[in-house]
T-cell receptor, first 115, second 115 residues
Framework: AQSVAQPEDQVNVAEGNPLTVKCTYSVSGNPYLFWYVQYPNRGLQVLLKYITGDNLVKGSYGFEAEFNKSQTSFHLKKPSALVSDSALYFC?????????????FGSGTQLTVLP | DAGVIQSPRHEVTEMGQEVTLRCKPISGHNSLFWYRQTMMRGLELLIY????????DSGMPEDRFSAKMPNASFSTLKIQPSEPRDSAVYFCASNVAGSSYNEQFFGPGTRLTVL
């Protein structure tokens, strides 16, 4: 069965500093990977996704993530954090066949950017 | 595009009452998902439909929960009778089954409080 681990429930970072939100995954075959963001009282929305190609994926609001196959990781990064980036972030993975084609979400990481 | 529409946005009810949550997926999407989000358990997939047919309901917590999709543009999640532990935010999501990206689009959620 596929799985996603987000080892940090909470990440705090000062505004202007770089941020990293960690994600590791387990799936059979090649993965499709996603980062979703959830702002307070809102639904989830896709921030970026890796399907194939370049291992460095650029997404919305200046975020990027690097797909590392050997470490089975897909960490979310941003060079300079903004207070408005404060939200709940979910990593998700799907496989390419059968039941693995449905998304499996991590437990979420609450990012707080301090002014 | 109006996105995924959910109603009501907030529901407060008393224990033992029937609760019905509604979802309208994005036009043209043929897969629909119901999720529940709580602080304790995070984001849980309850059930999903492909072409109006329930495919996997293994996440439905118990017989008090039922979901239907009578047509491609409407789904309901019903809880009868409701209990305080059902208090959560319930999300509906939709996508195009079989697409390479399988990206799910989420509604704004229904916040359910059972007193």
């Amino acid at each position: 069965a596929q799985s996603v681990a987000q080892p940090e429930d909470q990440v705090n970072v000062a505004e202007g500093n770089p941020l990293t939100v960690k994600c590791t995954y387990s799936v059979s075959g090649n993965p499709y990977l996603f980062w979703y963001v959830q702002y307070p009282n809102r639904g989830l929305q896709v921030l970026l996704k890796y399907i194939t190609g370049d291992n460095l994926v650029k997404g919305s609001y200046g975020f990027e993530a690097e797909f590392n196959k050997s470490q089975t990781s897909f960490h979310l990064k941003k060079p300079s954090a903004l207070v408005s980036d404060s939200a709940l972030y979910f990593c998700a993975v799907r496989g390419i066949s059968g039941s693995a084609r449905q998304l499996t979400f991590g437990s979420g990481t609450q990012l707080t950017v301090l002014p | 595009d109006a996105g995924v529409i959910q109603s009501p946005r907030h529901e407060v009810t008393e224990m033992g009452q029937e609760v019905t949550l509604r979802c309208k997926p994005i036009s043209g999407h043929n897969s629909l998902f119901w999720y529940r989000q709580t602080m304790m358990r995070g984001l849980e997939l309850l059930i999903y439909f492909n072409n109006n047919v329930p495919i996997d309901d293994s996440g439905m917590p118990e017989d008090r929960f039922s979901a239907k999709m009578p047509n491609a543009s409407f789904s309901t999640l019903k809880i009868q009778p409701s209990e305080p532990r059902d208090s959560a935010v319930y999300f509906c999501a939709s996508n195009v089954a079989g697409s390479s990206y399988n990206e799910q689009f989420f509604g704004p959620g229904t916040r359910l409080t059972v007193l």
